[in-house]
């Protein structure tokens, strides 16, 4: 059987919603995501101190979320200080509102196949 070697195009909304959702798929970065929204900024350290997990795995937890731009970080050696991009918050926000309306007004009964 021959498959298509047609190229698939996806909008930029598309591609940015699919890299907010990989960033949004583990619980210790909605974690990390609500500690950021409560305050202006964070440092690593201090997230460690209240993620009970090694600084490299919650490193390992910021570069995703730095990737899909959801944060953004200030160098200050010896310390980075991280807080919500806004602007790119506002974003996922109007993406994923988008792609989860459905236009339906919740009084259809049962969803159907």
Known sequence: MKRTNAEIT?????TDLAAFAKALGHPVRLQILKLLSEQS???????TS???MAQSTISQHLKAL???????????????KYCLNR??????KELFAGFFDTGTTGD???AQC
């Open 10 to 14: 996806y909008s930029t909304g598309e």
């Open 50 to 52: 209240i993620i009970p």
């Open 41 to 47: 900024c964070c440092f690593t350290g201090e997230l």
């Open 66 to 80: 730095l990737e899909a731009g959801l944060i953004q970080g200030e160098i200050n050696p010896p310390r980075v």
């Open 108 to 110: 259809e009964g049962e």
């Open 87 to 92: 602007q790119k918050w506002e974003t996922a």
